[in-house]
């Protein structure tokens, strides 16, 4: 299918890369679809064969996948080479997609320098340009100081080795030694290490695909990892990469998936190998359209000169053609243009489903026509929700435009994320017993709610001063409805995150014996936080993250942000023992809005469940995301002179009231219906 969505007729006349080329499966469709090409046309064996070996093209960091793909590609044309008895060198290189001299040499530096290896065996390469750019020259030397590492040799001799057998001039051996001096004496030192004597061909790898020249067609799966699960020294080495092609988001803490690897190897690869006018298909997480953390890549800029347009995407997440991991696989088309001009939407986006005809899963191995017959899809479209790098609003054609009314900015609205605590185990808590007399409260721990260590469950006498009611997760509440599973209280020791607010948290612990005691036994545990140390330098050791005066609002709107559907809800207060009512206070795993009075609170919620928002709002976020949507959503403040407003309060109020679900079915319903002509302006 990813070759198919190349939308190339005549593959005979390109050249194809895959970066990422792992055991060669691409390579292997595309040598397919040449031969067959070739066959058609009658091309004689030696003529196809010189065709494959200079028009397809496979690079992967990993040595292992390097050797299956080769093996693979040599396989497909067996044939051709014992019929014509050539000579071949296979084009399958270990090479970096990401991190590649490729890009390093500029007009006018002398020399190259380029990093292979790990911590362990880190090589720094330095190399004339003009030798680094001539495979040929490059690979005679690479075979002479190879020959002199086995032997230990000084470079004296090397360099004396090369000018005799005539590989480089006398003058260029003066003027390079410096380089090639460093090059070589780390070689060695890597040999007399007993690492084994390839690094050579390692180098001379890497500067092959620095050379390999442009092709038409970019293709392949490449790796999904994120920034932060990269190895440390490697993210360093890439870093100035990704900042040249500004594909980082704007925001540093977006609070979902982050940077993913493809997203790097596609401007990369675009920049390096992609023709002007040629094209690139990915197999890629869905998420780069909609993640706040993929906001550089959603831009299609690679440089001043040249850009991406996205021509078409394929959903196939519903599909999972990769059963055994959880992912949102899709497949993507972007085609190179220069001079650079932004995208034009919307585009074309289809979204692949299971057709209800078939009631089982679709079976990995199956070939193309099997899916095609198993599958429905829908072609939909695709716009970003506020132009620019914004999410994406995919949504079947024509909604968007329909929804013209509500896009936009609630400037006067914005969406919280609730507390941050890190240690659920500890802050989150069950009351167990009172005691009026010491005006103390009983309360137990968790250890079942978080992977960090706490010890066993145990129970402690706190004052509760600093507790109150727990929001714990989109299963407490839905639309207009609020359930909490289990009655649980959350200590809360400072009411926002300034110097002051720590300052105050701090003598409000000191004052409260018993609950200073509790807390100074997790106080280990607790300055290990991973949000504790990155965020909260200097506060207390019990502080926690994401408080503020708005946590504290007596009404909230909330919604998850992970769930299937988008819904809201009203939350109000409920007793702490020994104290009375408390507000509620949200969990990190969910979102809200907070305000002083119901009205405004039953408004907004009731505006937020009509069908056309939800619609909207569920276009452009990905379940684990769902965060500020104020951000690209325009909704109008309560106007108690206004009788449609009254009636969506009147509604609204009446669901979260209501005893049985079917009543709050048909309020909705009505709530809904005025809401929409409300945000129309009808």
């Known amino acids: 299918m990813a070759c198919d969505r190349t939308r190339i007729d005549d593959w005979c006349s390109v050249r194809a890369l895959d970066p990422t080329c792992g055991s060669g499966t691409f390579l292997l469709e595309v040598i397919r679809r040449k031969r067959k090409h070739a066959s058609e046309n009658n091309l004689k064996s030696a003529e196809i064969l010189q065709n ?49 001299p490729a890009y390093v040499p500029n007009a006018g530096d002398d020399f190259v320098e380029y990093r292979i290896g790990s911590a362990q065996s ?42 005799t057998q005539k590989v480089i001039k006398a003058a260029e051996a003066k003027a390079w030694r410096d380089a090639l001096t460093e090059t070589y004496s780390q070689v060695l030192r890597l040999h007399q290490k007993d690492w084994n004597g390839i690094w050579f061909r390692i180098v001379r790898n890497f500067f092959w695909s620095a050379i390999a020249g442009r092709f038409d067609v970019v293709i392949g799966n490449p790796p999904w990892v994120r920034w932060s699960n990269l190895p440390e020294i490697y993210r360093n080495r890439i870093k100035p990469t990704c900042e040249q092609y500004a594909i980082f988001s704007e925001t540093p803490y977006h609070g979902g998936n982050e940077l993913d690897i493809s997203g790097m190897i596609t401007y990369t690869v675009g920049d390096k190998w992609l023709k002007d006018g040629g094209t690139l298909v990915f197999v890629i997480t869905q998420t780069h359209f909609q993640s706040p953390s993929s906001q550089g890549f959603r831009s299609f800029s690679i440089n001043s000169d040249a850009s991406f347009i996205p021509a078409e995407i394929d959903d196939m997440k519903k599909l999972k053609p990769f059963p055994k991991v959880a992912n949102k696989t899709a497949i993507m088309r972007l085609n190179k243009v220069s001079p650079a001009r932004p995208p034009v939407y919307p585009i074309t986006y289809r979204v692949w489903e299971k057709s209800e005809k078939f009631s089982a899963s679709i079976p990995e191995a199956s070939k193309k026509n099997d899916v095609l017959k198993r599958a429905t899809i829908n072609n939909w479209e695709a716009t970003p929700v506020g132009g620019g790098n914004s999410p994406w609003a995919i949504l079947p054609k024509g909604h968007f435009k329909r929804m013209t009314p509500i896009q936009g900015e609630s400037d006067w609205l914005t969406g919280r994320k609730g507390i941050t605590t890190d240690l659920n185990g500890v802050f989150m808590v069950r009351i167990l017993d009172l005691n009026e007399t010491e005006k103390l409260v009983q309360i137990e721990t968790r250890p079942e709610a978080g992977k960090i260590d706490i010890g066993p469950r145990r129970r402690y006498w706190i004052e509760p001063n600093i507790l109150f009611p727990l929001l714990k997760g989109a299963s407490d509440f839905s639309a207009c409805h609020v359930h909490p599973g289990e009655s649980l209280f959350t200590i809360v020791p400072n009411q926002g995150i300034g110097k002051s607010d720590y300052k105050l948290a701090q003598e409000t ?43 504290f609002a007596p009404y909230k709107v909330v919604w998850a942000e992970l769930s299937t559907t988008f819904e809201a809800a009203v939350v109000t207060n409920a007793p702490v023992p020994l104290i009375g009512s408390r507000p509620y206070v949200p969990d990190h795993k969910i979102y809200f809005a907070e305000f002083s ?86």
Not at 519 to 525: N, R
């Open 52 to 100: 494959v070996l200079e028009n397809v093209w496979g690079f992967d960091l990993n040595p292992l996948a390097v050797q299956a793909a080769r093996t693979n590609f040599l396989i497909a044309i067996a044939d051709l080479v014992a019929e014509t008895k050539m000579e071949v060198e296979l084009p399958v290189l270990l090479a970096d997609a990401v991190y590649s």
């Open 122 to 163: 880190d090589l720094r390469v330095i190399l004339p340009t003009k030798l680094a750019s001539d495979r040929v020259r490059l690979d005679k030397v690479f075979a002479i100081m190879a020959a002199a590492v086995e032997r230990e040799s000084d470079y004296k001799i090397v360099e004396s080795s090369i000018v």
């Open 509 to 551: 612990v000191d004052g409260l014996i018993n609950t200073k005691r509790y807390l100074d036994a997790y106080e280990d545990v607790l300055r290990g936080r991973s949000t504790y140390r990155l965020r909260q330098k200097g506060a207390p050791f019990f502080s926690i993250y994401n408080s503020g005066p708005y946590t």
């Open 597 to 682: 009075n119901t009205e405004d609170a039953l408004f907004i919620c009731g505006l937020l469940n009509c069908n056309l928002v939800r619609e909207y709002v569920e276009s452009h976020t990905i379940q684990i995301q769902v965060s500020n949507i104020f951000k690209h959503l325009n909704l109008p403040r309560y106007d108690s002179q206004t009788a449609a407003h009254r009636r969506i309060v009147e509604l609204c109020k009446k669901a979260h009231s209501a005893t049985n679900d079917n009543r709050r079915t048909d309020l909705m319903s009505e709530m809904s219906q005025v809401s929409e002509k409300v945000l129309k302006g009808q």
